[in-house]
Structure formats: C-alpha cells, structure tokens
C-alpha cells in the first residue's frame, strides 16, 4: 500500500468572488492562502514524504512549491488533477444564475444520470476515470511510498467517493473541503486493478491563526444538501 494524501489549494480570489475556475480563471493564491500553503507545508516538513504533485492551475501549484520548499520534494504537475471542467459555465459571471446550471448537473449525478455533462465540459463518468488515471500514474509500480498530491475540492470529493465505495456519497459530497485541508488514503494497484482506504478527510488540524478563517467553497444555494 501507498499513503496519498490529498492536499486541497489554498485560498485564492475565487474562493471569495464564487467564481467557476477551471481553465480560463486562474489565479494565483491571496495573502491568506499563502498561509494556509506554509503552514500545510510545516505539516509536511515534519513528515517523510517520498514524492509530490500538483494540478496545473496556478492555486495548486503555488500551494505545491511551498510544500516543495519544505520538504525538498519537488514537484510533478498531473493534468488528471485540474479542477472539474464546468465548460461554458466558466465563462459566465459568478451569479446566481451560473450556479443554478451547476446545480442542475449535479442534481443529475446525485440521481445517478453520470452522464449528464455541463455544457462543453465534463460529466461525471469523464471525471472520475480522470481522478482514476491522474492517481493510478501517481502509484504504479510503488509500494510504502508517502506520496502528496496537490489539487482541487471538486474533483477530490467526488473522486474520493467513488474510489473508496463510500456507501452514503451524497452525506459524503456534503461534507465541505476546505483550503488547505488534508486528506489520508491508503491506495494499491493489486489484482482487482485500482483500490482505495479512505483513513481522513478534509483535516484542517494543522491551520491556525487567519489561516483557519475559512471560507466555504460554494454558495448556499449550490450546496448538496440543498439540490437533493
């Protein structure tokens, strides 16, 4: 087995102006995700880790260089681990009108239609073999490695409910991941291909100060709880 965590990216401007981000809107982290980022990488710094990597958005990547400078790791970037791709939604301003079309699909994936896709981007049958591939490439062919993986809340949680079977996945995409919080799996490619225990989620234990006043990922109304 190999201990993966998954590392969400600090704050950036997005997290606060409720804009879709996945690859047109790429900003770079604001002055408290900074912290959040050093602070996540004094976690690591006290840990063996073996290998580390990064979505190529400019949020993980500079949350991943702080761990890098740490823990003199450097870093890998995993296209796999982009945000999910919400297509044309991007392109609309962050209102109340853009969320409703991304609470509509993913009313569909809770009620089972995987392949109801946002307009020009993803559904969620694309997503999850992604997450799939992006940690398979970030395994295969080891064994006791402490591997850290930089990347998004998106497809972090829905990939995660997926990978390790979680039976309740609509409590569990309810539970919020915050910037910077820390995710601990066990993962190993055996004989049933790709498999998957899930030891913590969303761990924000190592934040403190202002770097633990946390914002929430989504509005109010885009929540889970609140499309069932």
């Known amino acids: 087995m190999n201990r993966v965590y998954l590392v969400r990216h600090g704050e950036n401007p997005a997290n606060l102006t409720k804009e879709f981000s996945c690859r047109k809107v790429d900003y770079s982290l604001t002055e408290k995700g900074r912290l959040q980022a050093a602070q996540t990488a004094d976690y690591f710094a006290g840990r ?90 970030a395994v295969e062919g080891k064994d006791g490695k402490r591997i850290v993986i930089v990347g998004h809340g998106g497809i972090f949680t829905t990939g995660v409910a997926d990978l390790c079977g979680i039976e309740d996945q609509r409590g569990f995409l309810s539970i919020e991941s915050y910037n910077c919080s820390i995710s601990e799996l066990e993962v190993d490619i055996g004989e049933k291909g790709l498999e998957a225990k899930l030891n913590a989620w969303g761990d924000i234990g190592h934040l403190s100060g202002i770097a633990r006043q946390l914002v929430e990922s989504v509005p109010e109304s885009a929540r889970v709880k609140n499309l069932l």
């Open 48 to 137: 063996k880790i073996d290998e580390l990597f990064s979505s190529p958005l400019k949020r993980a990547m500079e949350t991943a260089r702080e761990i890098a400078l740490k823990t003199g790791k450097p870093f890998a970037v995993l296209e796999e681990f982009r945000e999910i791709d919400v297509g044309d939604i991007e392109d609309i301003p962050p209102d109340r009108g853009s969320w409703v079309l991304y609470g509509k699909v993913v009313k569909e994936w809770l009620a089972g239609n995987s392949d109801c896709s946002f307009p020009n981007g993803e559904n969620r049958t694309m997503l999850l073999e992604r997450f799939r591939r992006g940690i398979r490439k």
